[in-house]
């Protein structure tokens, strides 16, 4: 539940001309843009780094992911009671520390540094739970906090762009940098934009909560008749999510037949393609029903994964890209103008309502790695995309959400 909003405390907040009497949502989307820049350059190709690091291996990159993602469930409520503590920018600034380790250990891994590469992935894991416990969170209680609640869609529309150019750069450079350099220059330059992202957090005013939930209530909150839906609808978006974060840059691999640079070109067209769409939805989202746009949404994108599970050309991957980001755009944006608009609705569960989401995605997503462990088994990882396809429709749970009185 919130606690406090004082605006002058942290650096740089005590000076009259400070930022910190500026409003919050610039300097929360700056440290956004910057992570985001950072995840983007290493994002694409980590699975590949991973698939080539374990010999071509898909259930062993599955199997990582899943073991990475399963760490992180009983930290996630230990962390809301240390933020509770400790306030949401120091969660976040910690949280940031944890990414840049991550980056780190990878980069030792690909210099071949002398301390055990299994060692050193352990270390990456424990740098993916910190942030993902200590700043995702926090973030998105900030921004369900001081989001411009009139104009959400909107202004999630034009970050969504912003990050959508980005990731026309992002692609392209990695790849570049890949061949040139190796893939330990991409690791160094995720650290450096990721310690980067650190100042603008100390320009936030404060916000903070106290988070009400134990341990196991947490748990049983999760699966209760308040927070089910949600729950259900964020299981179904983080299990179809990762099929797209981890086997889709894998089967794009296999396509381009391990050209780097082709495959962050492709990355970066296909984006482009739905730049201008990203902007239009936002407004459509704001203008009529986030509800009704989110179930076009779904069942387009639903279509783009069975698209993706029937091509084997570059010609028909390039078409059932741009159909299925056609999909994503129009789900991405209602789905999260209602997540914050349920989170700000919320109350005093604000921080409840937003850990119990982050928890549903983690368990969404190892359920679905380990299903697909023995999917890819039996079938070639295309089988994957239909299973993302079916479990998709599962996100339109989400209107059902109520917040409590």
């Given at each position: 539940m919130p606690i406090a909003h004082p605006n002058q405390t942290y650096p740089f907040r005590h000076h009259r001309h400070s930022l910190a009497h500026a409003p919050a949502l610039p300097a929360l989307a700056s440290n956004r843009l910057i992570s985001f820049a950072a995840s983007s350059i290493v994002g694409v190709f980590l699975p590949i780094f991973l698939y080539e690091f374990f010999d071509l291996s898909i259930t062993a990159v599955l199997l990582w992911y899943a073991i990475n993602f399963a760490v992180k469930f009983p930290f996630q409520v230990w962390a809301a009671q240390i933020f509770s503590r400790t306030g949401l920018i120091?969660?976040?600034?910690?949280?940031?520390?944890?990414?840049?380790?991550?980056?780190?250990?990878f980069y030792l891994i690909d210099a071949g540094s002398v301390l055990d590469p299994y060692l050193l992935m352990a270390l990456g894991i424990a740098g993916l739970t910190i942030v993902s416990c200590f700043y995702w969170s926090p973030f998105h209680i900030d921004y369900a906090q001081f989001g411009p609640k009139e104009?959400?869609?909107?202004?999630?529309?034009?970050?969504?762009?912003?990050?959508?150019?980005?990731?026309v750069i992002a692609p392209v450079l990695a790849g570049w940098v890949i061949v040139t350099y190796g893939f330990r220059l991409n690791f160094f330059l995720g650290l450096v934009l990721a310690s980067a992202s650190v100042i603008p957090l100390f320009f936030l005013p404060t916000f903070k909560v106290k988070y009400e939930f134990g341990f196991w209530e947490s748990f049983k909150k999760l699966f209760g008749k308040q927070f089910r839906p949600m729950s259900v609808s964020m299981m179904a978006y983080g299990a179809e999510n990762i099929v797209g974060v981890v086997v889709w840059p894998i089967f794009l691999y296999a396509i381009f037949q391990g050209q780097y640079l082709e495959i962050g070109a492709f990355a970066a067209i296909i984006v482009v393609i739905g730049l201008a769409l990203e902007l239009?939805?936002?407004?459509?989202?704001?203008?009529?029903?986030?509800?009704?746009?989110?179930?076009?949404g779904t069942g387009i994108y639903a279509l783009g994964w069975v698209w993706k599970g029937l091509v084997e050309t570059?010609?028909?991957?390039?078409?059932?890209?741009?159909?299925?980001?056609?999909?994503?755009?129009?789900?991405?944006?209602?789905?999260d103008t209602l997540m914050y608009e349920q989170?700000?609705?919320?109350?005093?569960?604000?921080?409840?309502?937003?850990?119990?989401?982050?928890?549903?995605?983690?368990?969404?997503?190892?359920?679905?790695?380990?299903?697909?462990i023995a999917v890819t088994s039996v079938f070639s990882i295309g089988a994957s995309f239909f299973v993302a396809a079916v479990v998709s429709l599962g996100i339109n749970w989400l209107v059902d959400y109520q917040a409590a009185e």
């Open positions: 120091a969660s976040m600034v910690f949280g940031t520390l944890g990414i840049m380790l991550f980056y780190w250990t104009a959400r869609g909107a202004y999630l529309a034009r970050l969504y762009a912003l990050q959508q150019l980005i990731q239009l939805v936002g407004r459509e989202t704001d203008r009529f029903s986030a509800v009704k746009l989110l179930k076009y570059v010609v028909g991957v390039f078409a059932a890209s741009t159909f299925h980001n056609v999909g994503a755009i129009l789900l991405r944006t209602p789905m989170a700000a609705d919320s109350g005093h569960y604000i921080d409840e309502y937003t850990v119990l989401r982050e928890i549903a995605l983690g368990i969404g997503r190892v359920l679905m790695l380990l299903f697909l």
